[in-house]
């Protein structure tokens, strides 16, 4: 008995800590506040902060319980388009924060295009994700 809570103990030390640090890598690329600024919503920050917390939290019930969600065709294509977008967003975001575009286009002396190179990688990388989803 003593060793189911103590591996209870441990489990939700480790879930915590993982989700901490999505939190804080959320955080500091600044996606929320990013997004709210271009969308010109920035009074919906705390309403964007809640809905992110809320998924997460509901999904990752659904995926530790197993839980069976019966949906159309319709509602699993717009959950998988909110979340690569919401992950695009967030790769996006990152790559920013840690100026990684910029200082790709200074090293292979890039000085145009980059806006192409951006735009066929995630072109690229929904088109396989669709052909992942579909046929693998």
Same mark, same amino acid.
């Given at each position: 008995?003593?060793?189911? /809570?103590?591996?209870?103990?441990?489990? =939700?030390?480790?879930?915590a800590?993982?989700?901490?640090? !999505?939190?804080?890598?959320?955080?500091s690329?600044?996606i929320?506040?990013r997004?709210?600024? @271009?969308?010109?919503?920035?009074?919906f920050?705390?309403?964007?902060?809640?809905?992110?917390?809320?998924?997460?939290?509901?999904?990752?019930?659904?995926w530790i319980?197993?839980?069976?969600?019966?949906?159309?065709?319709?509602?699993?294509?717009l959950?998988?388009?909110? @979340?690569g !977008?919401?992950?695009?967003?967030?790769?996006?975001?990152l790559?920013?924060?840690?100026?990684?575009?910029a200082?790709?286009?200074?090293?292979v002396?890039?000085y @145009?295009?980059?806006?192409?190179?951006?735009?066929?990688?995630a072109?690229?990388?929904?088109?396989?994700? /669709?052909? @992942? =989803?579909?046929?693998?």
């Amino acid at each position: 008995m003593i060793a189911y /809570v103590f591996l209870m103990i441990i489990g =939700f030390s480790g879930g915590a800590l993982v989700a901490a640090g !999505v939190c804080a890598l959320i955080t500091s690329t600044g996606i929320v506040t990013r997004m709210a600024d @271009q969308s010109h919503t920035a009074a919906f920050i705390r309403t964007y902060e809640t809905i992110i917390t809320l998924g997460a939290v509901f999904w990752n019930l659904f995926w530790i319980y197993s839980i069976p969600i019966r949906m159309s065709l319709t509602v699993a294509v717009l959950i998988g388009l909110f @979340q690569g !977008v919401f992950v695009g967003c967030l790769a996006v975001s990152l790559a920013e924060a840690l100026d990684g575009i910029a200082i790709f286009s200074r090293r292979v002396k890039l000085y @145009q295009g980059v806006g192409m190179i951006i735009l066929f990688t995630a072109l690229g990388k929904s088109i396989f994700a /669709v052909v @992942q =989803f579909l046929f693998l």
